[in-house]
């Protein structure tokens, strides 16, 4: 992305409220905006996505974000923080945090703060605009610089956990469409929790807890669940002996087939095919 053309715009503006009126022309195709949310609600379209604000909610908008709509309750309260693309660019601290970080705005502009973390937001809001007024410092620049990768460092850590919660969700559910994939492969002679666990390298309980998380539904009742499925269209096939379909299904003995065709289905393979 490159930078704004235009140097002349200030690198720094602090609103202590929320005001479209008093917001720069263009604002949003020159700085990052940082909303942070004190009371009321909000909400606005990114990309045609909806999102909602509420109190202790920090909302980022990218420079040249596609935001559309914005809405608030009359009782709606914030302070704004702008940074010039060219200022926070210039300060990013580390260019892989700084890739990440800006991934995560792009993909959730929206975040909820703890108390504290609200504290440490709104300290550094009221800090950078105190340092960007105190143009009589003999290093204004530097200590602006500085304290922009202090905002920065802070709003990383800020992010961190959300990030990881986002990583760990994504891999969970990675992991879920993975064994929802190797059942369907599988279910015909595989029904043990521990044969999908051991192909996805993870333990069975975990596996268990990720169905949970993602399903409502365990492992086991996700392997029954494909497995009866094909059971029943095996069935209603009156071509195929009960005798061919335990084996395709890998039982080891008719009646141990017949057994588990009566627990699943609350009858016998026999009665069954005779109400059929």
Not at 48 to 73: C, E, K, M
Not at 86 to 112: E, M, R, T
Not at 164 to 178: D, P, T, Y
Request: net charge neutral; proline share 4%; hydrophobic share 40%.
């Amino acid at each position: 992305m490159r930078s704004p053309a235009d140097t002349q715009l200030p690198e720094v503006i602090w609103l202590d409220r929320f005001d479209t009126d008093r917001m720069p022309a263009a604002y949003g195709d020159h700085y990052f905006t940082h909303l942070l949310c004190h009371a009321g609600s909000g909400q606005f379209l990114m990309a045609g996505q909806p999102y909602h604000i509420a109190a202790d909610d920090l909302v980022i908008w990218l420079p040249a974000a596609n935001v559309t709509r914005l809405l608030f309750s009359p009782d709606f309260k914030a302070s704004v923080l702008l940074l010039s693309f060219d200022l926070l660019s210039k300060n990013n601290p580390d260019i892989g945090w700084g890739i990440k970080g800006y991934l995560f705005s792009q993909q959730q502009p929206v975040i909820a703060l703890s108390e504290p973390n609200r504290r440490i937001c709104l300290t550094h809001f009221q800090a950078l605009h105190e340092r960007n007024e105190h143009t009589q410092h003999r290093f204004h620049q530097e200590v602006l610089n500085a304290q922009v990768q202090l905002f920065v460092l802070d709003m990383w850590n800020i992010f961190a956990h959300a990030m990881e919660q986002r990583r760990h969700l994504q891999e969970r559910g990675a992991l879920f469409e993975r064994f929802l994939q190797l059942v369907q492969e599988h279910c015909m002679e595989h029904r043990e929790v521990e044969f999908y666990s051991e192909k996805l390298c993870i333990t069975a309980k975990y596996l268990t807890e990720i169905c949970k998380k993602n399903s409502g539904k365990t492992a086991m009742e996700w392997i029954r669940n494909y497995t009866t499925q094909r059971l029943l269209l095996l069935l209603n096939n009156k071509h195929l002996t009960l005798t061919e379909i335990a084996d395709t299904l890998h039982f080891s003995s008719a009646s141990f087939f017949s057994r588990y065709v009566r627990r699943e289905l609350g009858m016998s393979p026999t009665e069954y095919r005779q109400r059929l």
